[in-house]
């Protein structure tokens, strides 16, 4: 089943609430339409509400069933709610005039509809850039009991083809823990998409074909990932040739569960991983879904700023799929 119908499927009669906070965009608006007019799930738009209205008016958007609010203009009542939890979240780093401030921010507000169940995931980022999308859901929502960092990743697409790549979004550097962190984080991601993960810990390395400081690393972050979840398949180091080609990893992997059938790739930084999947999607031809984000407590999706209205729509899906 295509991957996306696959996925409405499992939100379908959930109700999920998805939080937008970049509610005056027009493709923020487009998205929301759609996904509520499909009842996909509950759209919540924040931002000025008059000026939503008109925009969606302008562009002949029926924004029946998506709910709209003004954090601006919120009741008394509401705001004191918002402000004593952020207050008390952040234990005594800010103040409450610190937190105010916070809140004026949609991002901050979107993040603490998350934190207190009032929404299931944010999506975000189609105007602002990455930290201000992540830098609240770490303060405030943070990472999952054992895990010690979030990661980026893309689900890339084609035809009946699902990959996953990670980390092409968030961390500049790993060392071999979070590799292997990246790892087990991408393989558990991988299943939410019906992928059945056979993860490739990637080098310009395979199997000691070359040495260095930058090849120890996967090595050790191989073995690591392999003792954190001994039931997943793990392999490395293996170059992106001996991950994906059966010819090339009886050659240089022979007897590996993963080398020549890798569906997951784990790159050692963010370099690589990003202009891999780039040239995956301009050059290669896959969609690429994401940056999605992976560790956290409740599910926080940064969109590209180059998003369109089907990346939004398409990630708000994914986001909702998450929190199940």
């Known amino acids: 089943m295509e991957l996306f119908e696959s996925l409405k499927q499992k939100i379908s009669g959930l109700n999920k609430t998805i939080v937008l906070p970049e509610g005056e965009d027009t493709r923020i608006i487009g998205a929301a339409s ?15 509400i008059d000026k939503i209205k008109a925009i969606a008016n302008e562009k002949g958007v029926d924004l029946t069933g998506v709910k709209l609010a003004d954090p601006a203009k919120a009741p008394a009542d509401e705001k004191k709610k918002m402000l004593d939890a952020l207050v008390e979240r952040r234990k005594g780093k800010n103040t409450p005039e610190q937190a105010a401030k916070m809140l004026e921010d949609p991002n901050y507000w979107g993040t603490m509809m998350v934190y207190l169940g009032e929404a ?9 850039p990455t930290g201000d999308t992540i830098r609240p859901a770490l303060q405030i929502i943070k990472t999952k009991p054992g895990v010690k960092r979030i990661s980026g990743y893309f689900v890339l697409l084609k035809g009946e083809e699902r990959l996953l790549f990670a980390d092409c979004a968030i961390n500049i550097d790993l060392d071999a823990a979070g590799m292997a962190e990246v790892a087990v984080e991408s393989a558990e991601s991988a299943k939410k998409f019906d992928i059945d993960p056979k993860v490739a810990m990637l080098s310009f390395s395979t199997k000691g074909s070359a040495k260095g400081d930058q090849v ?8 690591l990932a ?9 392999d490395g180091e293996l170059q992106f040739d001996a991950a994906v080609v059966p010819e090339v990893a009886a050659s240089k992997a022979p007897g590996s569960k993963v080398a020549g059938h890798a569906n997951v790739f784990v790159f050692p930084e963010l370099e690589a991983g990003n ?32 998003c369109n209205e089907e990346d939004v729509y398409k990630v708000s899906i994914v986001t909702a799929a998450q929190s199940i």
């Open 120 to 128: 299931d995931g944010m999506v975000s980022g189609a105007i602002h």
């Open 34 to 48: 759609r996904l509520a007019s499909e009842k996909l799930l509950q759209p919540v738009l924040l931002g000025d």
């Open 275 to 306: 202009i891999s999947y780039k040239i995956a999607q301009r050059l290669g031809g896959y969609e690429a879904i994401g940056p999605l984000v992976q560790g956290m407590n409740a599910p926080v999706s940064d969109l590209s700023r180059g």
């Open 216 to 223: 120890t690393k996967v090595q050790e972050a191989t073995k």
């Open 226 to 234: 392999q003792e954190q979840a001994p039931d997943v398949p793990i």
